[in-house]
């Protein structure tokens, strides 16, 4: 099974502070997307970041980065300067670059933001 | 611009009972697809639908199935209902040219209960 591990059921950090959320995959595909999604108490699923496997480049979006690890499968986000506001879940996604769009998602990383 | 919204917002139903949930894509998107995400769970994926036919489906019985209308508006109907099928039903819509915008948006879901 394709499947992907986020491994920290939980995560907490200091208001302004960065913290660093896991994600490891598994897949027999060359050229994929990854994604992070947030999710807060509204339950509406926002798009943080995506990266594209081709690219070495690891994707940036203002205080979101990414760290992509393609031959470790690996794919972490960091989260600087934490606000309040980036309370919620997070959950690491993948998809194939080619056919169907079916997105896997891990289980979720709960991330509390202390002021 | 429109994001995808779904209704309703939340259901409550008897088991053995049948549901149908509906969902309206992102504006200049053609593709719909369904997820259940069960309390503490990632989202897992039922299906998808592009030009009013399902292109793919994920593990879900026969008595999960959907819909899609000319103007790319979804419905998913539930049959016989279940206590299990007991999840937030998140609608995400995207365009079926993926290599620019290869991200899918979702809706706020819906809660379903069934008791």
């Known amino acids: 099974a394709q499947t992907v591990t986020q491994s920290q059921p939980e995560m907490s950090v200091q208001e302004a502070e960065t913290v660093t959320l896991s994600c490891t995959y598994d897949?027999?595909?060359?050229?994929?997307?990854l994604f992070w999604y947030k999710q807060p108490p509204s339950r509406q699923m926002i798009l943080v970041i995506r990266q594209e496997a081709y690219k070495q480049q690891n994707a940036t979006e203002n205080r979101f980065s990414v760290n992509f690890q393609k031959a470790a499968k690996s794919f972490s986000l960091k989260i600087s300067d934490s606000q309040l506001g980036d309370a919620a879940m997070y959950f690491c996604a993948r998809r194939p670059q080619g056919g169907s769009e079916k997105l896997v998602f891990g289980k979720g990383t709960k991330l509390t933001v202390n002021p | 611009d429109a994001g995808v919204t779904q209704s309703p917002t939340h259901l409550i139903k008897t088991r053995g009972q049948q549901v149908t949930l509906r969902c309206s894509p992102k504006s200049g998107h053609d593709t719909v697809s369904w997820y259940q995400q069960a309390l503490g769970q990632g989202p897992q994926f039922i299906f998808q639908?592009?030009?009013?036919?399902?292109?793919q489906r994920g593990n879900f019985p026969d008595r999960f199935s959907g819909h899609q209308f000319p103007n790319y508006s979804s419905e998913l109907n539930v049959n016989a209902l279940l206590l299990g099928d007991s999840a937030l039903y998140l609608c995400?819509?995207?365009?079926?040219?993926?290599?620019?915008?290869?991200?899918?948006?979702f809706g706020p879901g819906t809660r379903l209960t069934v008791t």
């Open positions: 897949t027999s595909e060359s050229d994929y997307y």
């Open positions: 995400a819509s995207s365009w079926w040219g993926w290599t620019a915008q290869p991200e899918q948006y």
């Open positions: 639908y592009y030009e009013e036919e399902e292109r």
